[in-house]
């Protein structure tokens, strides 16, 4: 399946840090009492610079400076400790043989911490691109066509596995198709309808053999 490219989010997608990245909210904002689904259900995906703006409006409150750097700080704590791999995600890379790489919106250091910590580096390698370091951050398309061309793709050639809506948005308009991964058990208020929707990662390598025989056919 040489003839595809594989462009993978990370949170929540590949590894479950979704909770521990919304913990650490809690953890430094005792005046926060929503529970911990609701703010993963709230801000998946999103960008921490309007996560931040969303809670400052919504505590009426002002973060200092300083506040992303102990955010930082602190997800970087409850990873060491306590991140995993997503069900099945390592069975299913060992499996998928065409290219692939990371697009991630968090910065460098995370996702490269987030990869050692889980044991999922090696699958990798340097092929890790962050909106950080690209100035594109989802639903923008900018990041996911970077990572394409970087990878030597176009981007009718990318499937984009996901597990947010505004992954799914972005990917769409890259021109990229998407693949929607919706965990069993998951809550989610996202709209799921007319897009290839899984529960389970052991269903996406013949997802992407499917894909991969479509965009062989149409060369």
């Not at 462009?7 to 430094?28: K, Y």
């Not at 250091?109 to 580096?121: N, Y």
């Not at 499937?159 to 809550?187: F, N, R």
Request: with cysteine.
């Amino acid at each position: 399946m040489n003839n595809i490219c594989v462009i993978f989010d990370l949170d929540g997608t590949l590894v479950d840090s979704e909770g521990l990245c919304n913990q650490a909210f809690l953890d430094l904002l005792p005046q926060l009492h929503d529970s911990l689904e609701t703010l993963t259900e709230r801000y998946r995906g999103q960008k921490l610079s309007s996560i931040l703006i969303d809670l400052e409006n919504r505590l009426g409150l002002n973060l200092n400076d300083s506040f992303e750097q102990h955010y930082r700080q602190r997800v970087e704590e409850l990873f060491a400790h306590d991140l995993n791999p997503m069900p099945g995600v390592l069975k299913m890379l060992e499996s998928i043989n065409s290219p692939k790489c990371i697009a991630s919106s968090g910065p460098l250091p995370k996702i490269r911490q987030a990869l050692e910590v889980s044991g999922l580096a090696a699958y990798f390698g340097d092929n890790l691109f962050s909106s950080y370091e690209i100035g594109s951050w989802k639903p923008d398309p900018g990041l996911f066509k970077y990572a394409a061309h970087a990878m030597g793709f176009v981007p009718s050639q990318c499937a984009v596995i996901e597990d947010s809506d505004v992954g799914i948005k972005a990917a769409i308009t890259a021109g990229m198709t998407p693949l929607y991964y919706v965990p069993t058990g998951v809550t989610t208020s996202y709209q799921t309808a007319g897009h290839v929707v899984f529960d389970d990662m052991s269903q996406l390598p013949p997802l992407l053999a499917q894909f991969a025989n479509k965009t062989q056919f149409n060369r």
